[in-house]
């Protein structure tokens, strides 16, 4: 952990429940170990009747402080309703 | 649709030959410490680090964002990318024919302040960050949707920032 980021997929999903009301969380360590590389599945009532623009907003606020300290981040942000479609249509 | 072969390879030509300028239009602009050459090692920023955006820094950044009607900052240049992320901007906007006369590169490799300074500027956390007409689209992955839904090419051709069909067949005339 020393000489790594210190951020961990963990942290991430619990920072994005308590914060952004996240209902459903995937976060995926990409970076093969120095927690450098996140790609997140987000899914929150929140994020209803925003654009792409503001729910992505909406997440790096609440994710500030990890997010300054990765160097690659992909979330993806769904709707309770968009999650369910996305699951049965795929 | 238009051909997305021809597109692409009418934007990596053009861009070929037009990527140094922005580049070097930038460093001029960009501030007094704008180096031509890159940094050998990727230097690495703490938290702790960022610092508020000066107003100086401010105005530089808007005044790098009307460049041109399309706007990127990225790691590397539209030649020789320095990131995954920033490659697959460029590539979008290739793809989608982005005019290489209304688009401009930002290196933010090359100065510090504009790395740190675009991302408080934009309140974007992360780069690449695509401005068209001084606003903030979003970075690779929005990018990414956007061109997979089809709004990105709308959009770009609503802005009127496209290669235009006649001029990308013939060589290029005078424009008006």
Not at chain 2, 50 to 70: C, M, Q, W
Request: include cysteine.
């Amino acid at each position: 952990m020393a000489e790594s980021s210190g951020i961990t997929a963990e942290g991430i999903g619990a920072a994005l429940k308590e914060k952004v009301g996240a209902t459903h969380v995937e976060v995926e360590d990409l970076s093969g170990g120095c927690g450098q590389m996140f790609q997140a599945v987000i899914v929150s009532p929140q994020f209803d009747k925003k654009t792409t623009l503001a729910r992505h907003r909406l997440v790096n606020g609440a994710l500030k402080d990890e997010i300054a300290a990765i160097h690659a981040w992909t979330p993806k942000c769904y709707t309770p309703e968009q999650w369910e479609n996305q699951r049965k249509g795929g | 649709m238009l051909s997305r072969t021809a597109l692409t390879s009418a934007f990596r030509q053009s861009s070929r030959h037009i990527s140094p300028r922005p580049v070097v239009t930038s460093a001029a602009a960009w501030s007094p410490s704008a180096r031509s050459q890159q940094p050998a090692t990727f230097r690495i920023q703490s938290p702790q680090q960022l610092r508020f955006l000066s107003e100086a820094t401010r105005s530089a950044i808007e005044k790098a964002v009307g460049t041109k009607p399309v706007v990127l900052f990225m790691k590397g240049t539209p030649d020789t990318p320095q990131c995954g992320f920033s490659k697959a901007s460029v590539q979008i906007l290739g793809i989608n024919g982005v005019d290489p006369d209304k688009f401009a590169a930002f290196n933010v490799l090359e100065d510090d302040e504009l790395r740190q300074g675009i991302k408080e500027f934009s309140e974007w956390p992360t780069i690449p960050q695509l401005y068209v007409d001084k606003e903030f689209v979003g970075g690779c992955d929005i990018l990414m949707s956007m061109h997979q839904d089809g709004t990105l090419a709308k959009m770009l051709e609503e802005k009127g920032v496209l290669v235009p069909v006649a001029e990308e067949e013939t060589q290029k005339g005078d424009r008006s």
